[in-house]
């Protein structure tokens, strides 16, 4: 039986034409700054990203990590949302690693933090407090649910943090598909932040890597952190090889799985015992409820993995599936299929 994998974007396997690229990619050693593969795709990403300067990190929790470390010191206070990644599944690294203390705002079901929430949360300069230096967004949002920000409201985040003497980071993991959802250039979304964050080895089906991109300055001393928390790859050509081709290649088709998130979203809609807000799904991420107290999402994963479904459980009652390019219709249909028959057990 074939097993459909929508508990994350995470789960995509490198296309053919990544697979040859690692074969045949020129390494170097990257510590020493000689990986040419590495060097390329840092100057690809920088010039997408319309910064100055981009360095390959492992992964997206490194990213944020390093781009945090790299803007704050050892009792600064970082902004951030209580249902962001870097608060809730990072492993409370910032402040374990940095000792960088951080203050949650409520993120609205759309992904935002409001504007007078964060200006409320900015310390004043006395020496009870912590220092507040740095803002966080993420976009698009995963724990709510996908959702995009838009180029308007970070520009206002951004000069409410420049404003008041702050800096302002954006985890990107899945930046391409917030550009790629509202159809503009990803440089609109990055224009007013200081560094951002995004992932090769999520929808654009790299195995490893993401890239954080802002100044030179920042770069460099983003560098320094990177060896600090053991982030030297050496020969990473292996790895930014796949890369260039997640960047060439995958960007754009994207929009087929925010169109299989709709058909699912749609499909769970019309299964009773399910509550979905379908205004809610703007991308490939779809979250949905069990209306009755009767089941739990584990119960229902595991039955759907009886099924050759596979999703994740992210509540008591609560149940995310993912689109990538591991998905096609006929998959959608299977799910459907599979949810149905466990919610009608
Ligand atoms: N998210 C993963 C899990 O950790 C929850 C997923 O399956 O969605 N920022 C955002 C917004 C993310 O969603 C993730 C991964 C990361 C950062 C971290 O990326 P990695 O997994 O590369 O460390």
Same mark, same amino acid.
């Given at each position: 039986?074939?097993?459909?994998?929508?508990?994350?974007?995470?789960?995509?396997?490198?296309?053919?034409?990544?697979?040859?690229? &690692?074969?045949?990619?020129?390494?170097?050693?990257?510590?020493?700054?000689?990986?040419?593969?590495?060097?390329?795709?840092?100057?690809?990403?920088? /010039?997408?990203?319309?910064?100055?300067?981009?360095?390959?990190?492992?992964?997206?929790?490194?990213?944020?990590?390093?781009?945090?470390?790299?803007?704050?010191?050892?009792?600064?206070?970082?902004?951030?949302?209580?249902?962001?990644?870097?608060?809730?599944?990072?492993?409370?690294?910032?402040?374990?690693?940095?000792?960088?203390?951080?203050?949650?705002?409520?993120?609205?079901?759309?992904?935002?933090?409001?504007?007078? *929430? &964060?200006?409320?949360?900015?310390?004043? *300069?006395?020496?009870?407090?912590?220092?507040? #230096?740095?803002?966080?967004? /993420?976009?698009?949002?995963?724990?709510?649910?996908?959702?995009?920000?838009?180029?308007?409201?970070?520009?206002?985040?951004?000069?409410?943090?420049?404003?008041?003497?702050?800096?302002?980071? +954006?985890?990107?993991?899945?930046?391409?598909?917030?550009?790629?959802?509202?159809?503009?250039?990803?440089?609109?979304?990055?224009?007013?932040?200081?560094?951002?964050?995004?992932?090769?080895?999520?929808?654009?089906?790299?195995?490893?890597?993401?890239? &954080?991109?802002?100044?030179? /300055?920042?770069?460099?001393?983003?560098?320094?952190?990177?060896?600090?928390?053991?982030?030297?790859?050496?020969?990473?050509?292996?790895?930014?090889?796949?890369? &260039?081709?997640?960047?060439?290649?995958?960007?754009?088709?994207?929009?087929?799985?925010?169109?299989?998130?709709?058909?699912?979203?749609?499909?769970?809609?019309?299964?009773?015992?399910?509550?979905?807000?379908?205004?809610?799904?703007?991308?490939?991420?779809?979250?949905?409820?069990?209306?009755?107290?009767?089941?739990?999402?584990?119960?229902?994963?595991?039955?759907?993995?009886?099924?050759?479904?596979?999703?994740?459980?992210?509540?008591? #009652?609560?149940?995310?599936?993912?689109?990538?390019?591991?998905?096609?219709?006929?998959?959608?249909?299977?799910?459907?299929?599979? +949810?149905?028959?466990?919610?009608?057990?």
């Amino acid at each position: 039986m074939k097993t459909i994998d929508l508990r994350s974007d995470t789960v995509t396997l490198p296309t053919a034409v990544m697979r040859e690229a &690692i074969c045949n990619a020129e390494l170097g050693d990257d510590v020493f700054c000689e990986d040419p593969t590495t060097i390329r795709l840092e100057q690809i990403a920088a /010039e997408r990203m319309g910064k100055e300067a981009a360095m390959l990190v492992a992964s997206g929790t490194m990213g944020n990590l390093v781009c945090v470390l790299s803007h704050c010191g050892r009792g600064d206070e970082v902004i951030l949302g209580d249902q962001s990644h870097t608060f809730v599944y990072e492993a409370g690294g910032i402040s374990a690693l940095g000792g960088v203390h951080p203050h949650t705002i409520v993120n609205q079901p759309d992904g935002t933090m409001r504007l007078k *929430d &964060i200006a409320a949360a900015i310390r004043a *300069d006395n020496v009870h407090f912590p220092r507040t #230096r740095l803002i966080c967004l /993420e976009n698009t949002h995963n724990r709510c649910g996908g959702a995009v920000l838009t180029p308007g409201y970070i520009a206002e985040v951004a000069s409410l943090a420049h404003d008041r003497g702050l800096l302002l980071h +954006l985890d990107g993991a899945r930046i391409f598909n917030a550009a790629v959802a509202l159809d503009i250039d990803v440089k609109e979304l990055i224009r007013h932040v200081d560094s951002v964050s995004f992932c090769l080895s999520k929808g654009l089906s790299a195995p490893v890597g993401s890239v &954080i991109c802002g100044s030179k /300055e920042f770069v460099a001393e983003a560098r320094r952190n990177r060896k600090a928390v053991g982030g030297g790859m050496r020969q990473c050509g292996i790895i930014a090889a796949a890369g &260039i081709e997640a960047l060439e290649q995958m960007v754009d088709r994207l929009a087929e799985d925010h169109a299989n998130a709709r058909r699912l979203a749609e499909g769970i809609a019309g299964i009773a015992g399910l509550s979905i807000e379908l205004e809610r799904v703007q991308t490939n991420i779809v979250f949905f409820e069990l209306v009755s107290e009767e089941l739990t999402a584990e119960k229902l994963v595991t039955e759907l993995a009886g099924r050759g479904v596979k999703m994740l459980a992210s509540g008591p #009652r609560r149940l995310r599936a993912v689109t990538h390019y591991g998905i096609n219709n006929d998959d959608i249909d299977m799910a459907l299929a599979a +949810l149905e028959g466990a919610m009608r057990q």
